[in-house]
């Protein structure tokens, strides 16, 4: 009995054959996916900035608030470079044509703290005195047109359109030309909105699924514009001219919503 089930089992082992090597299974190639830019994202960025800002004529805006408009001959121009941090948001929609080029729009606001000041002399002050001139930039807002050119997951890009910033300013010190103020403290203080224009370009990398992540660098430049300054304490009043351009470099993270995928 046991002479015949050895020779079943030979027979069966025989028919089936050798067990197949890892070599002979069948193997099905996978394509790698090519990432899609085309959709819509949210997302924040964090990052810093420096402006550089001149400023035209905060020694006549004291002396002339004082004595009456007139008083103060020649044109004094001081410059002061802001810097600070930055921190917001952006959305936006791109669209990928057959190819590799993506365009896109984007608005996006940054929050943050770039502050400087710098001093002025008042000649018609006593010896010494001057006028200390601080600035802060507020926000920075734009609205831009973006094309890139994508390489699977990695998209480069330049941008450019309008862009709006806030900005305040103040102007403290002490100046004998004070006729209204024994002490002779003054402080001028303004606010200021305007717009201006952009240009950029970054790197932006798809991570996965439906995030990404990017590094991006941004000027801004806001041109001339007359600021009034009041100092509320003296009841007095006047503009300087301030020119200003901005700089910033944002890292920002972004999730892609009605989305084509990858």
């Known amino acids: 009995m046991k002479k015949l089930l050895l020779a079943s089992v030979a027979i069966t082992l025989s028919a089936i054959g050798p067990p197949a090597s890892a070599a002979d299974w069948p193997v099905k190639a996978e394509p790698m996916a090519v990432f899609a830019w085309t959709g819509c994202y949210a997302g924040g960025h964090i990052g810093g900035g420096w402006a550089h800002k001149d400023i035209t004529d905060p020694a006549q805006l004291v ?9 103060t001959v ?3 121009t001081i410059s002061t470079d802001p810097i600070g941090y930055l921190i917001g948001g952006q959305f936006g929609c791109d669209y990928q044509f057959a190819g590799n080029w993506v365009v896109g729009l984007e608005g996006a606001i940054s929050g943050g703290n770039l502050k400087g000041s710098t001093s002025v002399p008042l000649p018609l002050g006593n010896a010494g ?9 507020d926000f920075i807002s734009s609205a831009t047109l973006r094309v890139g050119y994508s390489f699977d997951h990695l998209l480069l ?38 717009i201006g224009w952009t240009v950029g370009g970054g790197v932006e990398w798809a991570l996965w699924e439906n995030w990404s992540a990017k590094l991006e660098y941004d000027y801004y430049d806001f041109g001339h514009r007359s600021v009034l300054m ?24 972004n999730f892609h919503m009605w989305w084509s995928g990858n």
Do not use: H, M
Request: one cysteine or more.
């Open 157 to 194: 890009y330049v941008k450019g359109g309008g862009a709006w910033v806030g900005d305040k300013y103040s102007a403290v010190g002490i100046c004998g030309c004070n006729l209204n103020n024994a002490t002779g403290g003054f402080d001028f203080e303004g606010v200021d909105l305007r």
């Open 63 to 71: 002396q002339d608030a004082f004595l009456g408009l007139g008083s």
């Open 129 to 137: 005195d001057s006028a200390r001139f601080r600035t802060q930039v």
């Open 74 to 76: 020649g044109v004094t």
């Open 230 to 253: 009041s100092d509320t304490p003296n009841a007095v009043s006047g503009p300087v001219d301030i020119k200003q351009t901005v700089q910033t470099v944002k890292l920002g993270l």
